[in-house]
């Protein structure tokens, strides 16, 4: 294996911190004060907008022209560090990988800076790849993958995938990444996805025991 990308939120930090419920306010906010839609329908749009569209985001821009970098702006805007602390032993395991570490995201570039700023983790990766990588289409859409892929010049077969998501990594595993399920209420095995771990830190753990398999099978 070449590569691995990290999922952001949820997936690097635990979510039971429960920053992105800080985000999810925001969303609302944006949606009641400034696009105007009345209170009462803004948590349906937003069931309405995550089945059709994967993301409010591009709900809002198809159905209301919103412009996608002012609201990337004012949904993350919150504050981080209130939520999130520096993770050091989740540094070391990353720092121990062989492997080039991307993090991915339907997010924005910034808010994933601030939150690796936060965990101390901002040195651990080579790149990040957010929501604007493909014209704002998210996650699970296939087009992100293939936007990352090409830029890290890798295949899919060569990456593995670490995401909180399961439709996220069903994409994945269509492009032939190994996946890695971030769930902490799920016991054993889950189809279609190669491991289950309650945290990032154990998936780098499952990460070099597939590292040492293969090194086993090449000699
Ligand atoms: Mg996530």
Same mark, same amino acid.
């Given at each position: 294996?070449?590569?691995?990308?990290?999922?952001? !939120?949820?997936?690097?930090?635990?979510?039971?911190? !429960?920053?992105?419920?800080?985000?999810?306010?925001?969303?609302?906010?944006?949606?009641?004060?400034?696009?105007?839609?009345?209170?009462?329908?803004?948590?349906?749009?937003?069931?309405?907008?995550?089945?059709?569209?994967?993301?409010?985001?591009?709900?809002?821009?198809?159905?209301?022209?919103?412009?996608?970098?002012?609201?990337?702006?004012?949904?993350?805007?919150?504050?981080?560090?209130?939520?999130?602390?520096?993770?050091?032993?989740?540094?070391?395991?990353?720092?121990?990988?062989?492997?080039?570490?991307?993090?991915?995201?339907?997010?924005?570039?910034?808010?994933?800076?601030?939150?690796?700023?936060?965990?101390?983790?901002? !040195?651990?990766?080579?790149?990040?790849?957010?929501?604007?990588?493909?014209?704002?289409?998210?996650?699970?859409?296939?087009?992100?993958?293939?936007?990352?892929?090409?830029?890290?010049?890798?295949?899919?077969?060569?990456?593995?995938?670490?995401?909180?998501?399961?439709?996220?990594?069903?994409?994945?595993?269509?492009?032939?990444?190994?996946?890695?399920?971030?769930?902490?209420?799920?016991?054993?095995?889950?189809?279609?996805? !190669?491991?289950?771990?309650?945290?990032?830190?154990?998936?780098?753990?499952?990460?070099?025991?597939?590292?040492?398999?293969?090194?086993?099978?090449?000699?």
């Amino acid at each position: 294996m070449k590569g691995v990308l990290f999922d952001l !939120d949820n997936t690097l930090y635990a979510a039971e911190s !429960d920053l992105f419920g800080l985000i999810d306010v925001r969303i609302n906010a944006y949606m009641r004060d400034v696009v105007g839609i009345e209170a009462e329908r803004v948590d349906y749009l937003r069931r309405h907008y995550w089945e059709k569209y994967g993301v409010t985001l591009r709900g809002l821009m198809h159905e209301y022209g919103t412009d996608a970098e002012h609201y990337l702006e004012y949904v993350h805007d919150v504050d981080v560090s209130s939520r999130l602390q520096p993770d050091p032993e989740l540094k070391i395991c990353l720092q121990k990988m062989p492997e080039r570490r991307f993090v991915f995201t339907n997010g924005s570039s910034d808010h994933a800076r601030r939150v690796l700023k936060c965990l101390g983790i901002e !040195d651990c990766f080579e790149h990040i790849y957010d929501i604007r990588i493909s014209n704002y289409m998210p996650k699970p859409h296939p087009y992100p993958y293939h936007a990352a892929l090409k830029h890290a010049g890798m295949r899919g077969e060569e990456c593995i995938m670490v995401e909180d998501s399961l439709p996220n990594l069903h994409t994945a595993a269509r492009l032939n990444m190994g996946t890695i399920w971030i769930n902490s209420r799920t016991d054993g095995r889950v189809s279609h996805v !190669d491991a289950v771990v309650p945290d990032v830190a154990r998936a780098t753990g499952v990460i070099g025991s597939w590292r040492e398999m293969r090194a086993a099978c090449a000699q």
